[in-house]
Protein backbone atom coordinates (compact mmCIF):
# COMPACT_ATOMS: atom_id res chain seq x y z
CA UNK A 1 0.00 0.00 0.00
CA UNK A 2 1.56 3.48 -0.75
CA UNK A 3 2.94 5.42 1.93
CA UNK A 4 1.42 9.32 1.85
CA UNK A 5 3.60 10.57 4.17
CA UNK A 6 6.46 9.70 6.26
CA UNK A 7 7.47 11.30 9.15
CA UNK A 8 11.28 11.10 11.03
CA UNK A 9 12.34 12.86 13.99
CA UNK A 10 9.73 15.83 13.16
CA UNK A 11 10.15 18.63 16.26
CA UNK A 12 8.26 21.82 16.47
CA UNK A 13 8.80 24.02 19.62
CA UNK A 14 7.41 27.61 20.58
CA UNK A 15 9.81 29.50 22.38
CA UNK A 16 11.49 27.39 24.68
CA UNK A 17 8.70 25.21 24.98
CA UNK A 18 8.64 21.75 22.65
CA UNK A 19 5.61 20.64 21.22
CA UNK A 20 6.18 18.04 18.96
CA UNK A 21 8.93 15.07 18.77
CA UNK A 22 7.47 12.83 16.83
CA UNK A 23 10.29 9.93 16.34
CA UNK A 24 8.15 7.99 12.78
CA UNK A 25 4.99 8.36 11.77
CA UNK A 26 3.77 6.72 8.34
CA UNK A 27 -0.05 7.17 6.84
CA UNK A 28 -1.13 4.83 4.27
CA UNK A 29 -3.05 6.02 1.60
CA UNK A 30 -7.10 4.96 1.64
CA UNK A 31 -6.85 4.89 5.05
CA UNK A 32 -8.66 6.57 7.76
CA UNK A 33 -5.84 7.38 10.07
CA UNK A 34 -6.05 8.15 13.64
CA UNK A 35 -4.45 11.28 15.58
CA UNK A 36 -5.37 10.34 19.36
CA UNK A 37 -4.58 11.89 22.66
CA UNK A 38 -5.60 14.69 25.22
CA UNK A 39 -5.48 18.37 24.79
CA UNK A 40 -2.05 19.58 24.13
CA UNK A 41 -0.37 16.28 23.01
CA UNK A 42 0.78 17.62 19.91
CA UNK A 43 -2.07 16.24 17.84
CA UNK A 44 -2.69 19.18 16.02
CA UNK A 45 0.71 20.73 15.70
CA UNK A 46 1.53 17.15 14.07
CA UNK A 47 -1.22 17.72 11.71
CA UNK A 48 -0.66 21.00 10.64
CA UNK A 49 3.09 19.75 10.04
CA UNK A 50 1.34 17.93 7.48
CA UNK A 51 -0.66 19.57 5.86
CA UNK A 52 2.43 21.92 5.43
CA UNK A 53 1.15 24.99 7.16
CA UNK A 54 3.61 24.96 10.42
CA UNK A 55 7.38 24.13 9.19
CA UNK A 56 9.00 21.54 11.10
CA UNK A 57 12.31 22.86 13.38
CA UNK A 58 14.02 19.28 12.93
CA UNK A 59 13.41 15.83 10.60
CA UNK A 60 12.72 14.51 7.64
CA UNK A 61 9.32 15.33 6.12
CA UNK A 62 7.93 13.33 2.94
CA UNK A 63 4.56 14.51 1.55
CA UNK A 64 3.28 13.13 -1.36
CA UNK A 65 6.15 11.24 -2.48
CA UNK A 66 8.02 14.24 -2.22
CA UNK A 67 10.48 15.18 -0.15
CA UNK A 68 9.27 18.89 1.37
CA UNK A 69 11.23 21.74 0.30
CA UNK A 70 8.91 24.29 1.36
CA UNK A 71 9.18 26.37 -1.90
CA UNK A 72 6.35 28.04 -2.87
CA UNK A 73 5.89 26.09 -6.05
CA UNK A 74 5.87 22.84 -4.49
CA UNK A 75 3.81 23.68 -1.70
CA UNK A 76 1.16 25.05 -4.06
CA UNK A 77 1.34 21.79 -5.75
CA UNK A 78 1.31 19.41 -2.91
CA UNK A 79 -1.97 21.38 -0.88
CA UNK A 80 -3.79 21.35 -3.97
CA UNK A 81 -4.20 17.10 -3.18
CA UNK A 82 -5.73 18.03 0.05
CA UNK A 83 -8.37 19.61 1.81
CA UNK A 84 -8.86 20.46 5.85
CA UNK A 85 -11.44 20.66 7.70
CA UNK A 86 -11.43 22.29 11.60
CA UNK A 87 -13.56 21.76 14.93
CA UNK A 88 -15.40 25.37 13.91
CA UNK A 89 -14.82 25.84 10.35
CA UNK A 90 -14.05 29.26 8.78
CA UNK A 91 -16.45 30.51 6.23
CA UNK A 92 -15.79 33.09 3.98
CA UNK A 93 -17.85 35.97 3.89
CA UNK A 94 -20.71 35.39 1.28
CA UNK A 95 -23.13 32.52 0.09
CA UNK A 96 -22.38 28.80 0.86
CA UNK A 97 -21.89 28.73 -2.96
CA UNK A 98 -19.16 31.35 -2.99
CA UNK A 99 -17.76 28.44 -0.10
CA UNK A 100 -18.08 25.28 -1.63
CA UNK A 101 -16.60 27.02 -5.26
CA UNK A 102 -13.80 28.33 -3.57
CA UNK A 103 -11.28 25.71 -4.19
CA UNK A 104 -12.60 25.39 -8.09
CA UNK A 105 -12.31 28.76 -8.72
CA UNK A 106 -8.45 29.04 -7.44
CA UNK A 107 -7.81 26.07 -10.15
CA UNK A 108 -9.40 28.13 -12.51
CA UNK A 109 -11.97 25.77 -13.79
CA UNK A 110 -14.62 26.08 -15.88
CA UNK A 111 -18.01 28.15 -14.79
CA UNK A 112 -20.04 24.82 -15.88
CA UNK A 113 -17.72 22.31 -14.15
CA UNK A 114 -17.83 24.53 -11.06
CA UNK A 115 -21.63 24.67 -10.30
CA UNK A 116 -21.93 21.31 -11.30
CA UNK A 117 -19.48 20.02 -8.61
CA UNK A 118 -20.55 22.28 -6.04
CA UNK A 119 -24.24 21.27 -6.68
CA UNK A 120 -22.54 17.53 -6.09
CA UNK A 121 -20.90 18.28 -3.00
CA UNK A 122 -24.10 19.35 -1.15
CA UNK A 123 -26.15 17.14 -2.55
CA UNK A 124 -24.05 14.08 -1.23
CA UNK A 125 -24.09 16.58 2.46
CA UNK A 126 -27.63 17.00 2.00
CA UNK A 127 -26.75 20.90 1.80
CA UNK A 128 -28.43 21.52 -1.70
CA UNK A 129 -30.84 23.29 -0.21
CA UNK A 130 -28.55 25.78 1.12
CA UNK A 131 -26.45 26.88 -1.58
CA UNK A 132 -27.19 30.42 -1.85
CA UNK A 133 -27.76 30.87 1.98
CA UNK A 134 -25.47 33.31 3.57
CA UNK A 135 -22.54 30.95 4.73
CA UNK A 136 -21.81 32.86 8.33
CA UNK A 137 -25.74 32.35 9.33
CA UNK A 138 -25.23 28.25 9.15
CA UNK A 139 -25.88 26.61 12.63
CA UNK A 140 -22.29 24.94 13.96
CA UNK A 141 -23.51 21.08 12.26
CA UNK A 142 -24.56 22.90 9.00
CA UNK A 143 -21.25 25.11 9.03
CA UNK A 144 -19.50 21.65 9.75
CA UNK A 145 -21.01 19.62 6.53
CA UNK A 146 -20.82 22.24 4.44
CA UNK A 147 -16.82 22.67 5.16
CA UNK A 148 -16.79 19.15 4.36
CA UNK A 149 -19.13 19.71 1.08
CA UNK A 150 -16.01 22.28 0.84
CA UNK A 151 -13.21 19.99 1.09
CA UNK A 152 -14.89 17.52 -1.23
CA UNK A 153 -15.75 19.54 -4.14
CA UNK A 154 -12.23 19.50 -4.96
CA UNK A 155 -11.61 16.26 -4.81
CA UNK A 156 -8.68 15.39 -2.17
CA UNK A 157 -6.22 12.54 -1.96
CA UNK A 158 -5.90 13.38 1.23
CA UNK A 159 -8.68 15.13 3.98
CA UNK A 160 -7.83 16.34 7.31
CA UNK A 161 -10.14 16.89 9.77
CA UNK A 162 -8.85 18.54 13.35
CA UNK A 163 -11.81 17.55 15.74
CA UNK A 164 -14.54 18.26 12.94
CA UNK A 165 -17.56 17.30 15.52
CA UNK A 166 -16.10 18.32 18.76
CA UNK A 167 -18.53 21.60 18.51
CA UNK A 168 -21.85 20.33 17.30
CA UNK A 169 -24.78 17.86 18.93
CA UNK A 170 -24.01 14.06 18.99
CA UNK A 171 -26.73 12.95 15.97
CA UNK A 172 -25.33 15.91 14.05
CA UNK A 173 -21.92 14.12 15.53
CA UNK A 174 -23.00 10.67 13.72
CA UNK A 175 -24.43 12.15 10.88
CA UNK A 176 -20.69 13.75 9.98
CA UNK A 177 -18.99 10.32 10.97
CA UNK A 178 -21.20 8.61 7.91
CA UNK A 179 -20.46 11.39 5.55
CA UNK A 180 -16.11 10.98 7.10
CA UNK A 181 -16.81 7.07 6.09
CA UNK A 182 -18.29 7.81 2.60
CA UNK A 183 -15.85 9.31 1.54
CA UNK A 184 -13.17 7.67 2.40
CA UNK A 185 -14.89 4.44 0.69
CA UNK A 186 -16.44 6.11 -2.02
CA UNK A 187 -13.60 8.25 -3.46
CA UNK A 188 -10.76 6.25 -2.05
CA UNK A 189 -9.69 9.67 -0.39
CA UNK A 190 -7.42 9.14 2.48
CA UNK A 191 -8.45 10.93 5.88
CA UNK A 192 -5.87 11.77 8.88
CA UNK A 193 -8.41 12.63 11.46
CA UNK A 194 -7.73 14.84 14.97
CA UNK A 195 -9.84 13.33 17.89
CA UNK A 196 -9.81 12.83 21.71
CA UNK A 197 -12.76 11.17 21.40
CA UNK A 198 -11.39 7.43 21.56
CA UNK A 199 -15.34 5.71 20.55
CA UNK A 200 -15.30 7.95 17.35
CA UNK A 201 -11.66 6.87 16.79
CA UNK A 202 -12.88 3.50 16.74
CA UNK A 203 -15.91 3.76 14.89
CA UNK A 204 -13.80 5.59 11.96
CA UNK A 205 -10.34 4.52 11.87
CA UNK A 206 -7.98 1.69 10.56
CA UNK A 207 -4.96 2.90 12.25
CA UNK A 208 -4.51 5.06 15.33
CA UNK A 209 -1.49 7.31 16.71
CA UNK A 210 -1.39 8.26 20.32
CA UNK A 211 0.11 11.24 21.10
CA UNK A 212 1.02 12.89 24.63
CA UNK A 213 3.67 14.86 25.40
CA UNK A 214 4.19 15.49 21.74
CA UNK A 215 5.73 12.29 21.57
CA UNK A 216 3.81 9.49 19.56
CA UNK A 217 3.73 6.83 22.47
CA UNK A 218 1.61 3.65 20.58
CA UNK A 219 0.42 3.11 17.54
CA UNK A 220 -0.88 0.21 14.94
CA UNK A 221 -4.06 -0.90 13.85
CA UNK A 222 -7.13 1.00 15.90
CA UNK A 223 -8.75 -2.17 16.97
CA UNK A 224 -5.40 -3.47 18.88
CA UNK A 225 -5.14 -0.55 20.46
CA UNK A 226 -8.44 -0.46 21.98
CA UNK A 227 -8.48 -3.95 22.97
CA UNK A 228 -5.10 -4.26 24.12
CA UNK A 229 -2.89 -1.14 24.55
CA UNK A 230 0.77 -1.57 25.06
CA UNK A 231 1.70 1.82 26.73
CA UNK A 232 -0.38 2.47 30.55
CA UNK A 233 -0.98 5.70 29.48
CA UNK A 234 -2.94 4.52 26.24
CA UNK A 235 -4.32 2.23 28.88
CA UNK A 236 -5.69 4.76 31.43
CA UNK A 237 -6.95 7.17 28.50
CA UNK A 238 -9.04 4.58 26.97
CA UNK A 239 -10.24 4.29 30.46
CA UNK A 240 -11.24 7.35 30.66
CA UNK A 241 -9.02 7.94 32.81
CA UNK A 242 -7.15 11.80 31.57
CA UNK B 1 -28.40 83.53 14.47
CA UNK B 2 -29.13 85.97 11.85
CA UNK B 3 -26.04 85.40 10.26
CA UNK B 4 -26.66 81.84 10.15
CA UNK B 5 -30.42 81.90 9.31
CA UNK B 6 -29.42 84.30 5.96
CA UNK B 7 -26.30 81.45 5.17
CA UNK B 8 -28.61 78.61 5.17
CA UNK B 9 -31.04 80.65 3.48
CA UNK B 10 -28.47 81.88 0.75
CA UNK B 11 -26.88 77.99 0.65
CA UNK B 12 -30.49 77.49 -0.87
CA UNK B 13 -30.36 79.93 -3.00
CA UNK B 14 -26.59 79.08 -4.07
CA UNK B 15 -27.80 75.62 -5.50
CA UNK B 16 -31.27 77.16 -7.05
CA UNK B 17 -29.37 79.50 -8.88
CA UNK B 18 -26.70 77.06 -10.66
CA UNK B 19 -24.27 79.98 -10.73
CA UNK B 20 -21.59 78.78 -13.46
CA UNK B 21 -18.85 79.77 -11.03
CA UNK B 22 -19.54 78.05 -8.07
CA UNK B 23 -20.26 74.95 -10.22
CA UNK B 24 -16.77 75.39 -11.28
CA UNK B 25 -16.00 75.41 -8.27
CA UNK B 26 -17.52 72.40 -6.91
CA UNK B 27 -16.28 70.38 -9.83
CA UNK B 28 -12.87 70.99 -9.08
CA UNK B 29 -13.36 70.26 -5.29
CA UNK B 30 -14.61 67.04 -6.71
CA UNK B 31 -12.32 66.31 -9.06
CA UNK B 32 -9.30 66.86 -6.52
CA UNK B 33 -10.28 65.52 -3.81
CA UNK B 34 -11.61 61.88 -5.64
CA UNK B 35 -8.42 61.67 -7.45
CA UNK B 36 -6.22 62.22 -4.48
CA UNK B 37 -8.72 59.22 -2.92
CA UNK B 38 -8.18 56.90 -5.81
CA UNK B 39 -4.59 57.34 -5.89
CA UNK B 40 -4.85 57.31 -1.98
CA UNK B 41 -6.50 53.96 -2.52
CA UNK B 42 -4.55 52.56 -5.17
CA UNK B 43 -1.37 53.06 -3.16
CA UNK B 44 -2.12 52.95 0.28
CA UNK B 45 -4.35 49.63 0.28
CA UNK B 46 -1.79 47.50 -0.81
CA UNK B 47 0.78 49.36 1.15
CA UNK B 48 -1.37 48.37 4.19
CA UNK B 49 -1.88 44.75 3.37
CA UNK B 50 1.83 44.30 3.03
CA UNK B 51 2.94 45.96 6.11
CA UNK B 52 0.16 44.22 7.54
CA UNK B 53 1.33 40.76 6.33
CA UNK B 54 5.22 40.88 6.03
CA UNK B 55 7.36 40.37 8.92
CA UNK B 56 10.74 42.57 7.97
CA UNK B 57 13.13 44.58 9.71
CA UNK B 58 12.14 47.93 10.25
CA UNK B 59 8.27 47.08 9.73
CA UNK B 60 6.79 48.14 12.60
CA UNK B 61 9.00 51.77 12.92
CA UNK B 62 7.60 52.58 9.14
CA UNK B 63 3.54 51.31 10.53
CA UNK B 64 4.63 53.80 13.58
CA UNK B 65 5.35 56.50 11.09
CA UNK B 66 2.28 56.08 9.16
CA UNK B 67 0.18 56.15 12.33
CA UNK B 68 1.56 58.95 13.41
CA UNK B 69 1.13 60.98 9.99
CA UNK B 70 -2.39 59.97 9.87
CA UNK B 71 -3.06 63.16 11.64
CA UNK B 72 -0.74 65.24 9.57
CA UNK B 73 -1.77 68.41 9.66
CA UNK B 74 -2.79 69.42 5.77
CA UNK B 75 -0.54 73.03 6.39
CA UNK B 76 2.23 71.17 6.51
CA UNK B 77 1.42 68.34 4.15
CA UNK B 78 1.06 71.75 1.92
CA UNK B 79 4.40 73.25 3.31
CA UNK B 80 6.24 70.30 2.14
CA UNK B 81 4.23 69.89 -1.08
CA UNK B 82 5.25 73.66 -1.29
CA UNK B 83 9.00 73.15 -1.38
CA UNK B 84 9.23 70.20 -2.97
CA UNK B 85 7.59 71.98 -6.40
CA UNK B 86 8.59 75.46 -5.54
CA UNK B 87 10.96 76.88 -8.31
CA UNK B 88 14.13 76.33 -6.02
CA UNK B 89 12.41 72.58 -4.71
CA UNK B 90 13.71 69.69 -6.13
CA UNK B 91 10.53 69.17 -8.70
CA UNK B 92 11.02 73.23 -9.32
CA UNK B 93 10.98 72.53 -13.25
CA UNK B 94 7.76 69.93 -14.00
CA UNK B 95 6.04 73.82 -12.90
CA UNK B 96 3.02 72.27 -11.07
CA UNK B 97 2.94 74.71 -8.26
CA UNK B 98 -0.88 76.82 -8.26
CA UNK B 99 -2.24 73.72 -10.11
CA UNK B 100 -4.71 71.15 -9.63
CA UNK B 101 -2.52 68.57 -9.77
CA UNK B 102 -0.19 69.98 -6.84
CA UNK B 103 -3.02 70.16 -5.32
CA UNK B 104 -3.71 66.14 -5.57
CA UNK B 105 -0.27 65.46 -4.85
CA UNK B 106 -0.86 67.79 -1.23
CA UNK B 107 -4.15 65.55 -0.87
CA UNK B 108 -2.49 62.15 -1.64
CA UNK B 109 -0.16 62.64 0.94
CA UNK B 110 -2.81 63.02 3.22
CA UNK B 111 -4.74 60.47 2.57
CA UNK B 112 -2.07 58.03 2.02
CA UNK B 113 -1.14 57.53 5.64
CA UNK B 114 -4.92 56.99 6.99
CA UNK B 115 -6.11 54.32 3.98
CA UNK B 116 -2.55 52.34 4.80
CA UNK B 117 -2.84 52.90 8.33
CA UNK B 118 -6.46 51.50 8.46
CA UNK B 119 -6.02 49.40 6.13
CA UNK B 120 -3.06 47.78 7.90
CA UNK B 121 -5.20 47.58 11.06
CA UNK B 122 -8.27 45.75 8.93
CA UNK B 123 -5.97 43.21 7.57
CA UNK B 124 -3.92 42.76 10.93
CA UNK B 125 -7.69 42.30 12.25
CA UNK B 126 -8.15 39.54 10.54
CA UNK B 127 -7.29 35.73 11.84
CA UNK B 128 -4.79 33.11 10.46
CA UNK B 129 -7.50 30.82 9.96
CA UNK B 130 -8.94 33.05 6.84
CA UNK B 131 -5.23 32.96 5.31
CA UNK B 132 -5.16 28.25 6.19
CA UNK B 133 -8.83 28.31 4.67
CA UNK B 134 -7.52 29.90 1.61
CA UNK B 135 -4.24 27.79 0.86
CA UNK B 136 -6.02 24.58 2.15
CA UNK B 137 -8.41 24.84 -0.54
CA UNK B 138 -5.73 25.20 -3.05
CA UNK B 139 -5.24 28.98 -3.12
CA UNK B 140 -2.11 30.81 -4.49
CA UNK B 141 -0.29 32.91 -2.28
CA UNK B 142 -1.69 36.07 -3.70
CA UNK B 143 -5.27 34.68 -3.91
CA UNK B 144 -5.15 33.79 0.18
CA UNK B 145 -3.65 37.68 0.45
CA UNK B 146 -7.07 38.77 -1.92
CA UNK B 147 -9.15 36.61 0.21
CA UNK B 148 -7.28 38.29 3.22
CA UNK B 149 -8.13 41.59 1.99
CA UNK B 150 -11.90 41.05 0.45
CA UNK B 151 -12.61 39.36 4.21
CA UNK B 152 -10.89 42.64 5.47
CA UNK B 153 -12.89 45.24 2.94
CA UNK B 154 -15.81 46.50 5.98
CA UNK B 155 -12.43 48.53 7.75
CA UNK B 156 -11.16 48.94 4.35
CA UNK B 157 -13.84 51.14 3.07
CA UNK B 158 -14.18 52.58 6.94
CA UNK B 159 -10.30 53.66 5.54
CA UNK B 160 -11.51 55.19 2.61
CA UNK B 161 -14.69 56.83 3.83
CA UNK B 162 -12.12 58.82 6.67
CA UNK B 163 -9.96 59.64 4.51
CA UNK B 164 -13.05 61.10 1.98
CA UNK B 165 -14.07 63.23 4.97
CA UNK B 166 -10.74 64.70 5.58
CA UNK B 167 -9.47 65.21 1.71
CA UNK B 168 -13.12 66.94 1.05
CA UNK B 169 -13.17 68.75 3.91
CA UNK B 170 -9.66 70.31 4.07
CA UNK B 171 -8.33 73.86 3.09
CA UNK B 172 -4.77 74.11 4.10
CA UNK B 173 -2.97 71.83 2.53
CA UNK B 174 -5.22 73.61 -1.24
CA UNK B 175 -4.76 76.34 -0.25
CA UNK B 176 -0.54 75.90 0.01
CA UNK B 177 0.02 74.77 -3.11
CA UNK B 178 -3.14 75.61 -4.96
CA UNK B 179 -3.35 79.26 -3.95
CA UNK B 180 -7.02 79.77 -4.68
CA UNK B 181 -6.89 81.01 -7.95
CA UNK B 182 -9.93 82.12 -9.64
CA UNK B 183 -11.42 79.48 -12.12
CA UNK B 184 -8.02 77.92 -11.38
CA UNK B 185 -7.50 76.42 -8.29
CA UNK B 186 -10.20 77.79 -6.20
CA UNK B 187 -12.33 74.77 -4.36
CA UNK B 188 -15.27 74.71 -1.97
CA UNK B 189 -13.09 75.13 1.80
CA UNK B 190 -10.90 78.06 -0.09
CA UNK B 191 -13.78 80.07 -1.46
CA UNK B 192 -15.29 79.71 2.10
CA UNK B 193 -12.12 81.36 3.15
CA UNK B 194 -11.61 83.78 0.93
CA UNK B 195 -15.84 84.72 1.09
CA UNK B 196 -15.34 84.93 4.87
CA UNK B 197 -12.39 87.41 4.88
CA UNK B 198 -14.05 89.98 2.71
CA UNK B 199 -17.00 89.93 5.29
CA UNK B 200 -19.53 87.98 2.99
CA UNK B 201 -20.60 85.70 5.93
CA UNK B 202 -23.75 84.55 4.58
CA UNK B 203 -22.12 83.34 1.49
CA UNK B 204 -19.71 81.69 2.97
CA UNK B 205 -21.69 79.83 5.35
CA UNK B 206 -24.04 79.23 2.05
CA UNK B 207 -20.62 77.48 0.15
CA UNK B 208 -19.98 75.41 3.73
CA UNK B 209 -24.02 74.22 3.61
CA UNK B 210 -22.78 73.08 -0.44
CA UNK B 211 -19.86 71.95 1.32
CA UNK B 212 -21.99 69.51 3.87
CA UNK B 213 -24.61 68.31 1.34
CA UNK B 214 -21.42 67.52 -0.85
CA UNK B 215 -19.91 65.27 1.80
CA UNK B 216 -23.39 63.79 2.48
CA UNK B 217 -23.67 62.48 -0.60
CA UNK B 218 -19.98 61.16 -1.23
CA UNK B 219 -20.81 58.98 1.82
CA UNK B 220 -23.89 58.22 0.67
CA UNK B 221 -22.82 56.68 -1.93
CA UNK B 222 -19.88 55.00 -0.10
CA UNK B 223 -21.82 53.53 2.70
CA UNK B 224 -24.48 52.63 0.14
CA UNK B 225 -21.96 50.49 -1.97
CA UNK B 226 -20.48 49.10 1.17
CA UNK B 227 -23.98 48.25 2.34
CA UNK B 228 -24.62 46.27 -0.89
CA UNK B 229 -21.37 43.69 -0.09
CA UNK B 230 -22.49 43.49 2.86
CA UNK B 231 -25.74 42.78 2.64
CA UNK B 232 -25.59 39.26 3.94
CA UNK B 233 -23.15 40.80 6.95
CA UNK B 234 -24.34 40.26 10.76
CA UNK B 235 -24.34 42.64 13.06
CA UNK B 236 -24.00 42.92 16.99
CA UNK B 237 -27.17 42.92 18.38
CA UNK B 238 -27.53 44.64 21.61
CA UNK B 239 -31.02 42.98 23.72
Known amino acids: ?242 | MDVIGQGVKEGILLILSLDPELIQVTLLSLQVSLTALVAAGLLGIPAGTFLALKNFTGRKLILNIIYTLMGLPPVLAGLIVFLVLSNRGPLGEWQLLFTPSAMIIAQVLLGFPLVAGLSARAVMSQRQEVYDTAVMLGATRTQAVLSIIRESRMGIIAALTTAMGRLIAEVGAVMMVGGNIQGKTRVLTTSIVLETRMGHDSRALGIGIILLILAFMIMLLILKLEKRSFKDDSTIQIV
Open chain 1, 1 to 242: MTVLFKLFDITKSYGERQVLNAEHLEIRAGNIHCLLGPNGSGKTTLLRVMALLTTNDTGDLEVLGEQVSWQPSQLLLLRRQMAMVTQSSFMFEGSVFYNVAYGLKARKKPKKEIQKRVQESLELLGMLDFIDAPARYLSGGETQKVAIARALAVRPRVLFLDEPTSNIDPSSSLEIEQYIKHINQQYSTTIVLITHNFFQARRLAQQTSMLWDGHIIEQGPTRDMFHNPQDPRTRRFIKGEY
